[in-house]
């Protein structure tokens, strides 16, 4: 069974730039999650879709990120403009569906460095 | 914000020797779920205990949760060297949604 996949793995911008992710869930996962971590802290949940609608996005900065999943499958994280405090790694993760007991599966992760 | 904590930040032991990391929460849970990150990788996740259980194995992890302290550890027996990475400690605080919240996570250094 193919993981999440993520592109590109590595990303360096100048500040005020903008920046895309994209991310492959599993095939079948109903839920998919967008992450953000800081160098030395935990992962910091941005958006959660379910299907193609978004289930929770309080901690997503809307004034400068936005990420939609067309067709309830493959999903893009955007940030426009970038800023410095944005440098971190935008993990991508899926599961089965979002109630209950489910297993995250996470994809490798996009390195960010704003400059 | 953040709901678990872990303890310690950081971690060193020896090749065969047992760790123990340590998970305090604040809210009520539905369950807690530990994951292992190495460096520059993905998490990958160890193992789930439900608010109703006490205890659980799963190779050589042992998880226990006590929900009257809020709090949960992560033990892990006979340490590899591959064993080195950092842990983390996720709460869902609802069986009715899924807002998983990851602590800032133990770093286990195995030395061989």
């Known amino acids: 069974e193919a993981g999440v996949a993520q592109s590109p793995r590595y990303k360096i911008i100048e500040k005020r730039q903008s920046v895309a992710f994209w991310c492959n869930p599993i095939s079948g996962h109903a839920t998919l999650y967008w992450y953000q971590q800081i160098l030395g802290q935990g992962p910091k949940l941005l958006i959660q879709?379910?299907?193609?609608?978004?289930?929770?996005d309080s901690q997503l900065p809307k004034d400068r990120f936005s990420a939609e999943r067309l067709k309830g499958v493959d999903s893009t994280l955007k940030i426009q403009p970038a800023k410095l405090e944005d440098s971190a790694v935008y993990l991508c993760a899926s599961s089965w569906e979002g109630l209950g007991d489910n297993e995250q599966f996470f994809g490798p992760g996009t390195r960010l460095t704003v400059l | 914000s953040q709901q678990g904590e872990e303890d310690p930040q950081a971690l060193s032991i020896q090749e065969g020797e047992n760790a123990t990391m340590n998970c305090s929460y604040k809210?009520?849970?539905?369950?807690l779920q530990w994951y292992r990150q190495n460096s520059g990788r993905g998490l990958v996740h160890l193992i789930l205990?439900?608010?109703?259980?006490r205890e659980k194995h799963s190779g050589r992890l042992r998880v226990t949760l006590d929900t009257s302290k809020k709090s949960s550890s992560l033990l892990i027996t006979a340490s590899r060297a591959a064993d080195t990475a950092s842990y983390f400690c996720a709460t869902d605080p609802s069986p009715s949604s899924w807002d998983m919240r990851f602590g800032a996570g133990t770093r286990l250094t195995v030395k061989p």
């Open positions: 205990i439900r608010s109703n259980e």
């Open positions: 809210t009520s849970i539905n369950n």
């Open positions: 879709f379910q299907n193609n609608g978004v289930v929770d």
